[in-house]
């Protein structure tokens, strides 16, 4: 039994330092504008000053709907949805 507890609470502590990790990963990236490989490539050009990215908004995030939504899995509601996801489907233009 002591053996079991100590193998769940490495594994606990895996878990936890893993998504610790991507959250703070995924706040950086909005924090600077930049992905991961996007700043190691920049990073490795030796061009990481040269950058000119913006913080990326919230709103891009979350989109404009109420703050109670953004803990449930629908669908967010955003101003441009062309300019968020960066394209538009045939199906958007003939709207």
């Known amino acids: 039994l002591t053996q079991f507890v100590r193998l769940v609470t490495i594994l606990s502590l ?4 893993f998504t610790s990790s991507m959250i703070m990963n995924v706040t950086f990236g909005l924090m600077t504008g930049i992905g991961t490989i996007d700043r190691l490539k920049k990073k490795a050009n030796d061009t990481i000053g040269d950058a000119v990215e913006e913080p990326i908004p919230l709103k891009d995030v979350f989109g404009i709907g109420a703050y109670w939504t953004f803990l449930f899995p629908i669908d967010p509601i955003f101003d441009n949805y062309d300019q968020v996801m960066g394209f538009s489907t045939p199906q958007r233009l003939l709207r």
């Open 14 to 17: 895996g878990a936890l330092l």
